[in-house]
Structure formats: C-alpha cells, structure tokens
T-cell receptor, first 116, second 113 residues
Framework: DTAVSQTPKYLVTQMGNDKSIKCEQNLGHDTMYWYKQDSKKFLKIMFSYNNKELIINETVPNRFSPKSPDKAHLNLHINSLELGDSAVYFC???????????????FGPGTRLTVL | GDSVTQMEGPVTLSEEAFLTINCTYTATGYPSLFWYVQYPGEGLQLLLKATKADDKGSNKGFEATYRKETTSFHLEKGSVQVSDSAVYFCALSVNTGRRALTFGSGTRLQVQP
C-alpha cells in the first residue's frame, strides 16, 4: 500500500547509456513531479505534470524526457548519461486545489543514479 | 524569484537539548510553508506545514510558526532525541500556477546520546 513508489531504488550504469526511472502513485493525485537531489543534498524541481500535461520544465538538458502515460504514472527517461547526472531522483505527487493552491506533496523513496 | 534560506549545518546537540533551525524565505506570492525531514538513506517525509500567516504547524514535538512580518518559519523542538538525527528541509510553494516546492539547502541535525 505504498503511496508513491519508484523503481529502481539504485541504478548504476556507464556513461553514454540510456536509462529510465519509473514512478507510480496510488493516492489519486492529479499532479506529479520529478526533483533532483545533488551530492550536497540540494533539491531542485525538474518537471511537473498535471493531468498528464507538462506544466513545469526547468532548465534541464533535453536528454531528460518525462513521460506520463496516465495520472498515476510519471516516468523519467535519460539519454546519453553523463557523469554529472549522478544524483538521487525523487518523484512526488500532490492534488491541485485551484485557487486554494496545492496540497501537500508526497515523495517517493528516491532512485540513486550512479554514472560510471 | 522564490527562495528559501536555512542555517548552515551540521547542528550537533546532546539528547534532550532545545533545537532551533532557522528558515527565512522570499516569495513573489503568498506561500505555503513546509518542513520536510530526510532520515539517512530514506526519502523525504512531510514533518509539518502552515498555509497562512500566524499558523503554527506541529508534529512529533516539532513546531514552526508562519511569521509573515519577518518572512520566517523557524523549526523548534523542546527536547531532541537521537532518533531525530536527520536532514531537515524548509520549503515553500506559491499558488501562482507553478506550484513546485522551492527548497532550502537542508540542515543536518546530529543528536548525541
């Protein structure tokens, strides 16, 4: 009954490879996010989807491509991996409340990506 | 743009000591404020939140009050335990359509027995 789940938990790969991280939420939320946490623990938004529509696309290399097949899933595909992509990637979800703002964001356990 | 500033860590305390972690913010709109906690090797968990001025969020003995006049949301706990050792993140979210969380840099708390 995990609320926000991510797979895999650990991902070790070589430079130049293409990899995907999957995220699923069973909270019935309509908005999902990807955040990146660097080696100094700093967290920054990468993407956000609301009802399968991209609403935030921060300054992220276009090697990163999010895909939302439905409201409960938001996957992150990364092409041509680089050393600097090594980080922990967190998925999150929330429920939009219109003019009342956004409800609390719930985070997945994270995926630690190591690029060798 | 929006930003959150937290005190630098690590903060090292003895068990049962009083904890304060300072957090101040700048925001273009009227933000909601959050404290998240990350235990070693785990993801982020919401610790507490406040959505309007003078609201006090509280959970597990932790408290923070939304101070609009000083743009602050300081985290406090009267008596810390070893199990409170973690990284604490202050964050904000503004209702301007963007709605992503803007995080502070995190403060590592180490509690010694």
């Amino acid at each position: 009954d995990t609320a926000v789940s991510q797979t895999p938990k650990y991902l070790v790969t070589q430079m130049g490879n293409d990899k995907s991280i999957k995220c699923e939420q069973n909270l019935g939320h309509d908005t999902m996010y990807w955040y990146k946490q660097d080696s100094k623990k700093f967290l920054k938004i990468m993407f956000s989807y609301n009802n399968k529509e991209l609403i935030i696309n921060e300054t992220v290399p276009n090697r990163f491509s999010p895909k939302s097949p439905d409201k409960a899933h938001l996957n992150l595909h990364i092409n041509s991996l680089e050393l600097g992509d090594s980080a922990v990637y967190f998925c999150a979800s929330s429920q939009e409340r219109g003019r009342r703002g956004t409800d609390t964001q719930y985070f997945g356990p994270g995926t630690r990506l190591t690029v060798l | 743009g929006d930003s959150v500033t937290q005190m630098e860590g690590p903060v090292t305390l003895s068990e049962e000591a009083f904890l304060t972690i300072n957090c101040t913010y700048t925001a273009t709109g009227y933000p909601s404020l959050f404290w998240y906690v990350q235990y070693p090797g785990e993801g982020l968990q919401l610790l507490l939140k406040a959505t309007k001025a003078d609201d006090k969020g509280s959970n597990k003995g932790f408290e923070a009050t939304y101070r609009k006049e000083t743009t602050s949301f300081h985290l406090e706990k009267g008596s810390v335990q070893v199990s409170d050792s973690a990284v604490y993140f202050c964050a904000l979210s503004v209702n301007t359509g963007r709605r992503a969380l803007t995080f502070g840099s995190g403060t590592r708390l180490q509690v010694q027995p």
